[in-house]
């Protein structure tokens, strides 16, 4: 017994309908997950770290811009404590960027951005053995200023 066709052109559309919805959410699902994570050495997610004098040694976390080290410290001794306690202004020998918004890691000669930016880091990058350890500001961005450090 044959199927009136309209009952068949129905069918068709729903399956094709169907058909076509799981190709989209296969495409969307597929450029999400092919997205690159933005996880830095011993950072947290969301995070943009110092250390003092290697990845092993004193940390100093932030979340965001912050334009004067002298009151931070080296105060999270997670993966080692050399360094611990020491003021951040001026002592930074490693950097890290987890960002999670794509934010670049501007690090500036003095406090309240001034002297010019020393190093940048883009997200998910470390920057290794910082000649001299001179920033004493952070600022954040979403433009890449050029120059960063990324691996």
Not at 26 to 44: N, R, W
Not at 77 to 99: L, P, Q
Not at 129 to 144: C, F, K, P, W
Request: proline share 3%.
């Amino acid at each position: 017994m044959s199927m009136p066709l309209r009952s068949r052109w129905a069918r068709s559309r729903r399956a094709f309908a169907a058909t076509a919805g799981l190709a989209a959410a296969l495409a969307v699902g597929g450029v999400v997950t092919a997205s690159p994570a933005s996880a830095g050495t011993h950072c947290s997610s969301g995070y943009h770290c110092v250390f003092w004098s290697s990845f092993s040694s004193a940390r100093h976390s932030y979340f965001n811009s912050d334009s004067n080290f002298t009151n931070d410290t080296f105060n999270s001794t997670t993966y080692g404590t050399s360094g611990s306690g020491t003021t951040v202004n001026d002592n930074v020998g490693y950097a890290s960027n987890s960002s999670t918004g794509s934010y670049y890691s501007r690090y500036y000669l003095d406090i309240n951005y001034g002297g010019g930016m020393v190093f940048c880091v883009a997200p998910g990058g470390d920057a290794d053995a910082i000649v001299g350890g001179s920033a004493s500001s952070l600022s954040l961005t979403t433009s890449n200023p050029g120059g960063c450090w990324d691996d």
